[in-house]
């Protein structure tokens, strides 16, 4: 293929080159604009501090990512959807998209949002239906053990309403969401790693939750416009229970959340320290922080009783904030001073640092876990002395990834690239080493990066293979598809000396976050117990039982057809139907749809499901069948009759 | 890669080789089941009928699926999702996906379903809730001109509740969707490619839709013990105004449409001709029929008020069934007899032919459209002399597409295979010529394909490049990702004497059928304009406007912010929020969510969207843009007060 060619015909209006493309830039408000990018020196992003391997495109010869017909992918990637509201599970380095998970989305493929079973997990009103159907996930996190995933869980969050779900990953469904009391935006959320005093305790227990937007305490309408004594706070979350364990009220807007590998610190990147309400005044400051947790500490004040609550809510709230945390050796939280308006914070695989990037700034900040430490002892002056490295790394500096080799990968969201560079290195450069060599390359990706993430990266075990950009605009990389673009998660080796982009693969927006995962961690069940669903239909159970005007329809299914052909219930009943699949070939599921009830959902091999429905109008309802079953899938039906 | 290492680590579970599977075909009521397959011989499928080219997967060595990393696909893939309910826009031969389309289904990252303009599509109930959240697209087609693609509409079925829906190219929006009266289980769909009279209009303006399922005329609770009263309307359907225009009464449920290129015929196939109820009875007759629609009689005896109603519904029906058809100058209807259960009726691009497959018959059978003519005309005795061929293929054929070069492409589910045979071949053997060699090749698919669809095969301009598999079961092609795999869309190379499997793609289920159009017929708009819609929010409408307890907030956004940073309501209030996205860089598009009122939506350049709610509870939310937009995007958003 003829690469000017291909990108320059079919449309007049994609006629945009990647240069084309930063020039508009400047309409975005991303240069010379208003907002000015405190702390960006001109050659910061392109002179000085590494040679850019981007020229031409496609700058790399490919190969690596296709996964031939019958083969299997090496990794698992557990990606988040951004507003979508769901997860995402792909294969590496395919890119095949392998699962869509519902979580906060309905999903009418699965009856996600129609089923009693689903609706009970996402919530309701009083009047049954659903109280939210809109989420926007952004980070999803695995549990652990040894400090590598253990396969059991996946943590994911929805910032718009604030709730946390967790995603069990052998079967890979949601089983639990909680809704954060006294929070919005939340939008960081980290599992813990360990416990912070019983060193026996080495997994997950504890997921963190930092909320992003201050609002009234509680928020029932007083305060309105006085921001002032608004509020957010850090949430702890029991990962067995899912229950809310604790809440501490911070200054500041929290973003992201990392948990260091012994257990005693959780901490959040924070915009916003000035804690206004407006554009102008969130820029204010010079340097924002990052907020290191003292879990020990926080769960003692907790048990000691030392705590408030938020109006009607019973969740146990610290005091975090700066003003009351002046005693390093009594104080539950420590702001380490960072770049202005940071949008990441990341655990190195050493389990030493925690680096936080600057986005307004163009430096990564390197803060010693070793260091904060001391700080709560008492033996440092001051919190900056935590940080132990500040590189200049380029434009727009937001998150960064490890290859468990000592290096560590920025995304620059206004550089358009992945900057790599040598945390030791950046280390000795801020002890005054001026020969030291901070950064080893840069590479251009497609366009504008946010998130990036590499293969068991965010474990004991990175593997320096894969590293992923999350990238929010595609541009001319694709085919046009109407005003809204396809999105693009770019595949890149990070195996070799040299950085090495392997596929443009494409995500319906938003990808946002997500963990690449070795396919040996992943057990799945492939088949469900059918003595593990409490309301399982059996031969002796089905049929129809009518109570009142409470009609219980029990049904089984295997293929090719329903255990009942004709179903009989009145106009004005409510019905209960209950389908258990009798069929045990693995992914033999059947489907379950009944016309003009707007009821839609399949069930397994050996699962159980239901749904309830007032019957408000009469005919007859073929219901059939809507998950290919056998080769009389389409002959699958029975008679649903509601009596006038 | 090894491929044996490849398949059997990682999970026990997954150990399950082709023939394993098949061999749990038995399982499946497949093969000596109580359902005997009638008319298949045991030769029919492996033996005699062509050489299988498939021997130790993978089969094939692959390449030709990647495309570079900046590189463009040759060919937009536009398919169905199965009860998913959208519609999805794939990259060919890569197998990324571009894009979702929901249709029939929420999606709340566009906001389908949320805000005022999709509900108003979508369709509501009294109370403003939305009447349906679920869909069933099974078939997705294109409108045409000159017999071919003209890039200006998709057309897209819902099963379950009856409705077709529009989808602009351009925008690759949904913009209509209609529910049709008097029918249930509309399955198959296909647009016109010409006027029956008027050759000058020699594009789309009808969409033809055949319904499966027979229910009371009307389906009001009358007659629900007595099916042989019921019936099933072939249905109308306007492309310009999607109103219904007319509707035909048929004997048997109806499946997959097709049309012919003059304009003259639609047809559907058809299984159950028995009318019979239960699934003993669908399968009595040993053949079941193609049912050929004489649009310009039926549109004549229409247009003279010779048609009847049926219940409230207004729409004109004609009776198109076989006892009211009996003399074929005036008949409506041509029932041509084809294979037992057929799944599929598919048009040959050199306009000549209609194929039908027996699914329950080892045969395709082909029917010469200018016989059909001669039956309408009085010259043939019997409507099975249209048939002018009936090859045996082999196991389960369900779909046929085309290569433009005289080759067909059937689908085999039960022998999970592709069969490549030549037309005319075909017509030869069955006029006599025992030397004629119908098949050409058989390929393994993985596993048990439903529809096939070819690249521009539904046109005059069918290129024979790459034929695509839709698979029902992926089995072990997969990483497992718990009891619900995922499905495939196999990539297939037919440009070469051989075929070639290229890919195995996945999708989310159920990948159901779809065309394969090549990018030069599509051609996207990038910018919405501002004044398409009449609500457009400017600088001089901006603001907040109350009238009573309702509310209008006219809001603007433009990268990093919103028009108004502070939004006052009082609980109670009926609210619109309307929001014109005022940046006109190309995919600068902005979200707006309100954290606890469920609300989310994005605004395109230049576009305008709505949405209209009730303030039931006070506090302070933070509106915030979720769809990335600017390196202050998470700064980007307003206080929404709803003061007690």
Not at 39 to 45: F, I, L, R, S, Y
Not at 245 to 263: E, F, H, I, K
Not at 437 to 447: A, G, M, N
Not at 479 to 492: R, S
Request: hydrophobic share 35%; charged share 20%; net charge neutral.
């Amino acid at each position: 293929m003829d690469s000017s060619k291909k990108n320059s015909i079919d449309n007049g209006e994609v006629q945009v080159s990647r240069r084309g493309f930063l020039g508009k830039g400047a309409a975005l408000g991303l240069a010379g604009a208003a907002v000015a990018l405190a702390g960006c020196k001109a050659e910061g992003g392109n002179a000085g501090t590494g040679a850019s391997t981007a020229a031409a495109a496609p700058a790399h010869a490919h190969g690596g990512s296709e996964v031939a017909p019958g083969q299997l992918d090496d990794y698992y990637a557990f990606i988040s959807s951004g507003h979508a509201g769901e997860a995402r599970v792909l294969g590496m380095p395919s890119g095949r998209t392998l699962k869509r998970i519902p979580v906060f989305n309905m999903d009418c493929m699965v009856g996600w949002g129609i089923t009693n079973e689903s609706k009970a997990i996402m919530g309701t009103r009083p009047d049954g239906t659903l109280k939210y159907t809109t989420g926007d996930t952004h980070h999803v996190h695995g549990s652990y053990r040894d400090g590598t995933y253990d396969g059991r869980w996946l943590f994911i969050n929805d910032k718009l309403h604030s709730r946390v779900a967790r995603i069990r990953m052998d079967t890979m469904e949601c089983d639990k969401i909680t809704e954060l009391p006294n929070v919005m935006g939340m939008h960081g959320l980290f599992p813990d790693k360990c416990d912070p005093v019983d060193k026996s305790v080495n997994y997950t227990t504890r997921v963190f939750c930092g909320a992003e937007f201050h609002i009234p305490l509680p928020n029932d309408g007083h305060d309105l416009d006085d921001p002032a004594k608004w509020g957010a706070l850090f949430t702890c979350v029991s990962a067995s229970t899912m229950e809310v364990m604790w809440q501490c009220r911070v200054d500041g807007n929290m973003d992201l959340v990392a948990t260091s590998y012994d257990g005693k610190f959780a901490a959040s990147n924070q915009y916003n320290t000035e804690n206004a309400a407006d554009l102008a005044g969130m820029m204010a400051a010079e340097r924002d922080a990052c907020v290191f947790f003292n879990i020990e500490r926080i769960e003692q004040q907790v048990k000691a009783g030392k705590f408030t609550t938020i109006g009607s809510s019973k969740v146990p709230v610290v005091d975090g904030r700066l003003a009351a945390n002046g005693d390093p050796k009594t104080a539950l939280t420590c702001y380490v001073p960072v770049g202005k308006n940071p949008h990441g914070v990341n655990a190195s695989p050493d389990g030493k640092y925690f680096v936080c990037s600057g986005k307004l700034s163009p430096t990564a900040t390197v803060i010693d876990l070793a260091r904060v430490a001391q700080w709560f002892g008492g033996a440092l002056k001051d919190a900056r002395e935590a940080v132990v490295a500040e590189p200049e790394i380029g434009l727009g500096p937001l998150h960064t990834a490890f290859d468990g080799k000592g290096n560590a990968y920025t995304s620059l969201f206004l550089d358009s690239q992945c900057v790599k560079w040598n945390v030791d290195q950046a280390i000795a450069q801020f002890k005054g080493d001026k020969a030291a060599k901070v950064i080893i390359e840069k590479l251009d990706v497609h366009y504008q990066p946010g998130h990036n993430y590499s293969s068991m990266g965010e474990t004991r075990q990175a593997d320096g293979k894969y590293l992923n950009s999350g990238n929010k605009f595609s541009k001319d990389r694709f085919l046009p598809i109407g005003p809204l673009h396809v999105e693009t998660e770019q595949l890149i080796d990070i195996s070799g000396a040299a950085m090495k982009l392997v596929a443009d693969h494409t995500a319906y927006s938003e990808p946002h976050d997500g963990i690449i995962v070795k396919r040996e961690v992943v057990k799945t069940r492939q088949i469900y117990t059918m003595t593990d669903f409490p309301n399982a239909v059996t031969a002796e159970t089905a049929g129809v039982e009518r109570r009142g005007n409470k009609v219980h329809v029990r049904l089984m299914s295997q293929a090719p057809s329903y255990s009942m052909p004709v179903i009989k219930v009145k106009k004005g009943d409510e019905v209960t139907l209950t389908l258990t699949n009798h069929d045990k070939v693995e992914d033999l599921t059947h489907g379950c749809a009944l016309p003009t009830y707007n009821i839609n959902f399949i069930v397994n091999p050996q699962e159980t499901k239901s749904v309830t429905f007032k019957a408000d109008h009469a005919g007859a309802f073929w219901l059939y069948c809507t998950h290919f079953c056998h080769a009389l899938h389409l002959e699958m039906r029975s008679r649903f009759l509601v009596e006038a």
